[in-house]
């Protein structure tokens, strides 16, 4: 269904990332407007370190900028599905404020959306991906225990890095995902891609530039406790498709613009 938003909705999720955001929408910003394609950015900001607030001062008023959270840290699901329900664009995705993938790497992105494909993502480990800067080994070896462990639990098949965080999708197969999408933490994008295969959206994988920024937000114990957890009620919700809520798919979000949010 057309709509009278932008071409592009940029999702930026960010936790505390003060140091960061600015260099991250200045990039962005400049990228697009290279581009010369209609877009809006969607920052969706928790934590109390100034995020926001540097967010704010460089959209310096344009409504092509929505800056969504608060100062209670609600989770990278949560923030993204936010920002997805305020999304007006054609083609919705989200990419981490910390970087790690360039937006130029958008342009392997977009030509699989124009062929017939509902979601395009981006990965580490098919194609031609580049990884500029690794990981550290523990991280590289527990996330293919992770990878193992996931796929044994929630079914997921045929996705080689399902936590690369620049992710694209159609207007229609973004609202109706995620209008489903119920895990607030890093799990969701397993959530998303497993709510995608059963709904029976087609799903692209390309190998895309990447680094490592040496940075972790994960406590080691809690966090990866969590992690297991929101696997877990992926995998018990695998045979049933959660109801969408009242987004009205398809349809038209609220106008963006700058909005307060809470400080």
Aim: aromatic share 8%; net charge positive; glycine share 12%.
């Amino acid at each position: 269904m057309p709509t009278t938003g932008p071409e592009l909705s940029i999702i930026i999720p960010a936790f505390n990332e003060a140091r960061t955001i600015v260099g991250t929408l200045t990039a962005v910003r400049d990228y697009l407007e290279r581009r010369g394609k209609s877009y809006e950015i969607i920052v969706s900001a928790d934590g109390n370190d100034g995020t926001r607030e540097r967010a704010r001062e460089f959209a310096a008023g344009d409504l092509r900028y929505t800056v969504l959270g608060s100062a209670q840290r609600g989770g990278k699901g949560r923030g993204v599905r936010e920002g997805v329900h305020a999304a007006r664009g054609d083609v919705i995705g989200f990419v981490d404020a910390d970087y790690k993938t360039p937006i130029e790497e958008i342009e392997k992105i977009l030509p699989g959306l124009g062929d017939g494909y509902d979601i395009v993502i981006g990965s580490r480990g098919v194609g031609e991906s580049k990884i500029v800067r690794k990981q550290k080994l523990y991280r590289r070896m527990g996330s293919k225990v992770f990878a193992f462990g996931m796929r044994l639990v929630t079914g997921l098949r045929g996705v080689a890095d399902t936590q690369c965080g620049f992710k694209f999708f159609t207007r229609r197969a973004a609202r109706d995902i995620f209008s489903r999408q119920v895990i607030d933490g890093y799990m969701f994008d397993v959530e998303i891609l497993r709510l995608a295969q059963t709904l029976g959206y087609r799903v692209k994988e390309v190998g895309i530039r990447w680094q490592d920024d040496g940075d972790s937000r994960l406590e080691l114990v809690a966090g990866n406790w969590r992690n297991a957890k929101d696997i877990l009620k992926i995998g018990l919700s695998r045979f049933k498709v959660p109801a969408a809520r009242n987004w009205e798919v398809g349809s038209d979000a609220q106008p963006a613009g700058v909005h307060a949010g809470a400080s």
